[in-house]
C-alpha cells in the first residue's frame, strides 16, 4: 500500500534561518507531487507541483524553492525564513488514473519567531 | 494561480439539521473534489466530480457540479457530531493542479 511520510512534525525557527523540509512517498511510482501550505483557520495554498524528478513548477513567487532529486522525494526549502512562511505545509501526492485524489502526509507546523 | 470562491466560511448548527457549503470558479473546471479536515489533521478525500450536472452520494453527503461547471457543493443531511471539521472544494481546471477553496468550518451542537 502507498504511504507518504513528512518531516519534522513541529518546526521552530528564527527569521533568517534555512529550512529543509522533506517529503517521501513509498508503495507508488512516478506520482505527482505537491507542497501546499495552510495559514492558521485558512485554505491551502498550492507552492509547488511536480509531474517528475526535477521537474517543478512554482504557482507564487516567494522565498520558498522545491526540488525532486528523486522520483519519490520532494524538498521544501528556503535560504532564509521570513515571519510570514510561518504555516502548516502539507504534502501530497496523486497518480493519473486514481481519482487524481490527493493524499496528504501529516504536515509540518512551521513557526518563524 | 486560480481562485476558487467558498462560502460560507463558518456554519454552526444544531445536530439534526442540514449544511451547505458552496464553491464557485469564474472559470470553467475539468473536475473538482471535496476534502474533509478535522482539527489537527490533514485534509482526507471524500469524492471527485467530473461531469457536468453531476450528482452523487456518499450516505448523508449528497455532492453536486453544476451544468456549466462553473460551481459545485457539498450538502449533508440530518448533521451529526461526527461531521465537526472543514470542508474544503479543491478545483482543477486541466486534471492535474488543485487549487483548494478557503474552506467552510462545520461546527455541529448536540
Known amino acids: 500500500s502507498q504511504t507518504i511520510h513528512q518531516w519534522p512534525a513541529t518546526l521552530v525557527q528564527p527569521v533568517g534561518s534555512p529550512l529543509s523540509l522533506e517529503c517521501t512517498v513509498e508503495?507508488?511510482?512516478?506520482?505527482?507531487l505537491y507542497w501546499y501550505r495552510q495559514a492558521a483557520g485558512r485554505g491551502l495554498q498550492l507552492l509547488f507541483y511536480s509531474v517528475g524528478i526535477g521537474q517543478i513548477s512554482s504557482e507564487v513567487p516567494q522565498n520558498l524553492s522545491a526540488s525532486r532529486p528523486q522520483d519519490r522525494q520532494f524538498i521544501l526549502s528556503s535560504k532564509k525564513l521570513l515571519l510570514s512562511d510561518s504555516g502548516f505545509y502539507l504534502c501530497?501526492?496523486?497518480?493519473?488514473?486514481?481519482?487524481?485524489?490527493?493524499?496528504f502526509g501529516s504536515g509540518t507546523q512551521l513557526s518563524v519567531l | 494561480g486560480q481562485q476558487v470562491m467558498q462560502i460560507p466560511q463558518y456554519q454552526h448548527v444544531q445536530e439534526g439539521e442540514d449544511f451547505t457549503t458552496y464553491c464557485n470558479s469564474s472559470t470553467t473546471l475539468s473536475n473538482i473534489q471535496w476534502y474533509k479536515q478535522r482539527p489537527g489533521g490533514h485534509p482526507v478525500f471524500l469524492i471527485q466530480l467530473v461531469k457536468s450536472g453531476e450528482v452523487k452520494k456518499q450516505k448523508r453527503l449528497t455532492f453536486q457540479f453544476g451544468e456549466a461547471k462553473k460551481n459545485s457543493s457539498l450538502h449533508i443531511t440530518a448533521t451529526q457530531t461526527t461531521d465537526v471539521g472543514t470542508y474544503f472544494c479543491?478545483?482543477?481546471?486541466?486534471?492535474?493542479?488543485?487549487?483548494f477553496g478557503s474552506g467552510t468550518k462545520l461546527n455541529v451542537k448536540p
Open positions: 501530497a501526492w496523486s497518480v493519473w488514473g486514481l481519482d487524481e485524489k490527493l493524499f
Open positions: 508503495g507508488t511510482s512516478n506520482p505527482n
Open positions: 479543491a478545483a482543477s481546471y486541466n486534471f492535474n493542479k488543485f487549487y
